[in-house]
């Protein structure tokens, strides 16, 4: 079976304006957030039961807050649900744009703890990355971040809504600072680029690539050209999220920033209707 699904749309006061033009939906009352994310997969279609993973679009008009997950071991302890690895695929961002993700060389838990006391703008200890359509990063449990503001991304991660508000950029909103400290890695290694496997001009390498392995999830980019098809074969169900282009399998058209679910389809032939770049998550 091949089931095409339907987001779940969430409003995000940092939120853009991309997805509302992407998903065609209708501007709302001015008093409403602009929508921050849609989750395009989250549970399985045909009996609603949570998935290990779940896949988003994210667009920013400002920045989110600087957070942490936790690892599955505390939120285990401290939640009662798994922790929260992710990763992020940008799809769009405007000259300069960004994100924050993982400490500068140097930089200690005394330090972070007395900026957050003085409430100092602590995004200055963090490193910034400028992006480009097409990066890859890896975001495990315990690594410092914020998405920064005019980026246009998708993530995949554990289906886990456990986030730890380190710092607000000076908005009214609950912060978690001692969990956060609890679960921060401070060290070096684990804050270099790296260790965040980043890669470039993922939407270009023709054919399929493994991007990232996680215990709860698998994914890969596929690159095909207009009039082309691939064969995928995969003994399990699965989720398609298209990033760019279009797509066919068996006479369904799946179009842009489109996710479709997999079940009992062991070998299937996608073909490109346009140039088209999509993630395979398993």
């Known amino acids: ?73 505390y939120a285990r302890l401290h939640e009662n649900s798994s922790g929260k690895t992710e990763c992020w695929i940008i799809m769009k961002a405007e000259k300069n744009a960004g994100i924050y993700l993982g400490l500068r060389p140097g930089v200690d838990e005394q330090q972070l703890r007395t900026w957050l006391l003085e409430k100092k703008s602590i995004d200055q200890l963090l490193n910034f990355y400028p992006v480009n359509v097409g990066d890859f990063f890896y975001v495990p449990a315990g690594s410092i971040h914020a998405i920064g503001k005019n980026v246009m991304l998708a993530e995949v991660q554990q289906h886990s809504g456990i986030t730890y508000r380190v710092w607000d950029w000076n908005r009214d909103r609950e912060l978690h600072v001692n969990k956060s400290l609890d679960v921060i890695n401070f060290e070096a290694e684990k804050n270099l680029l790296t260790h965040f496997k980043f890669k470039k001009n993922i939407l270009q390498s023709l054919g399929r690539e493994v991007l990232l392995t996680h215990f709860d999830f698998k994914v890969d980019i596929v690159n095909i050209l207009k009039g082309e098809s691939i064969q995928i074969i995969e003994k399990k169900s699965y989720s398609v999220l298209n990033l760019m282009g279009k797509f066919s399998i068996k006479n369904q058209i799946t179009e842009a920033c489109q996710a479709i679910f997999l079940q009992d389809e062991s070998i299937i032939e996608i073909k490109a209707l346009e140039d088209c770049s999509f993630l395979i998550i398993l």
């Open 1 to 73: 079976m091949i089931y095409k699904l339907s987001p779940i749309i969430v409003r995000k006061i940092w939120g853009g304006k991309n997805l509302e033009k992407l998903k065609s939906i209708a501007s709302l009352a001015d008093d409403l957030e602009p929508i921050g994310e849609t989750w395009e997969v989250a549970h399985h279609p045909e009996h609603g039961q949570a998935l290990n993973y779940l896949v988003k679009l994210i667009d920013t008009s400002e920045e989110l807050s600087i957070q942490v997950h936790p690892g599955d071991e």
